[in-house]
T-cell receptor
Framework: AQSVTQLGSHVSVSEGALVLLRCNYS??????LFWYVQYPNQGLQLLLK??????LVKGINGFEAEFKKSETSFHLTKPSAHMSDAAEYFC????????????FGKGNQVVVIP | DADVTQTPRNRITKTGKRIMLECSQT?????MYWYRQDPGLGLRLIYY???????NKGEISDGYSVSRQAQAKFSLSLESAIPNQTALYFC????????????FGSGTRLTVV
């Protein structure tokens, strides 16, 4: 079974500062990893994903994440926060293969301070 | 039109009532899922279906049932709604060729009073 840990339910960041959201996973098989964003009153939108290949993946809106197998981590970063980045962010993992149920973390609510 | 459409968007119902949430998709995906979202708990899997003849329970299936009427349609029912089923419900689809990423509907906000 797969699981995800996201620490810090609420994260405050100043406009223009680095955004860093931490995600650690547990998986008994090589994982596929995802970050989703949820804006207020909307569904979840895929930010980026890692399946195989390059461990540094770039997503939409200037976000990127790096898969580190040795640390079982997939942290999300953005060099400079914008007001429009205020949203909830979810990390998710699946084992790929034939059984790809996604397991989600509890989410990080990001607040951007002007 | 959205790839994954959920109806209704909002619903208020009374305790003990039966209610159905509907999901339809135009992605052509075989795999469909129902999740519920509660503040601070993230998304938890209720039921999933890998094809029309395949239905599986997720981690929190008690009090829920599903029907896969066609490849494109996957409905979630609350047989006798209770207040702690008040939540935001999401339908999603996926396919291996898409790297297993999910496509989500916009959600149904259900309130049980």
């Amino acid at each position: 079974a797969q699981s995800v840990t996201q620490l810090g339910s609420h994260v405050s960041v100043s406009e223009g500062a680095l955004v860093l959201l931490r995600c650690n996973y547990s998986s008994s098989v090589p994982p596929y990893l995802f970050w989703y964003v949820q804006y207020p009153n909307q569904g979840l939108q895929l930010l980026l994903k890692y399946t195989t290949g390059a461990t540094l993946v770039k997503g939409i809106n200037g976000f990127e994440a790096e898969f580190k197998k040795s640390e079982t981590s997939f942290h999300l970063t953005k060099p400079s926060a914008h007001m429009s980045d205020a949203a909830e962010y979810f990390c998710a993992v699946t084992g790929g293969g034939g059984n790809n149920r996604l397991a989600f973390g509890k989410g990080n609510q990001v607040v951007v301070i002007p | 039109d959205a790839d994954v459409t959920q109806t209704p968007r909002n619903r208020i119902t009374k305790t003990g009532k039966r209610i159905m949430l509907e999901c339809s998709q135009t992605k052509g995906h075989d795999r469909m899922y129902w999740y519920r979202q509660d503040p601070g708990l993230g998304l938890r899997l209720i039921y999933y279906s890998f094809d029309v003849k395949d239905i599986n329970k997720g981690e929190i299936s008690d009090g829920y049932s599903v029907s896969r009427q066609a490849q494109a349609k996957f409905s979630l029912s609350l047989e006798s709604a209770i207040p702690n089923q008040t939540a935001l419900y999401f339908c999603a689809t996926s396919e291996p060729r898409d790297g297993y990423g999910y496509t989500f509907g916009s959600g149904t906000r259900l309130t049980v009073v």
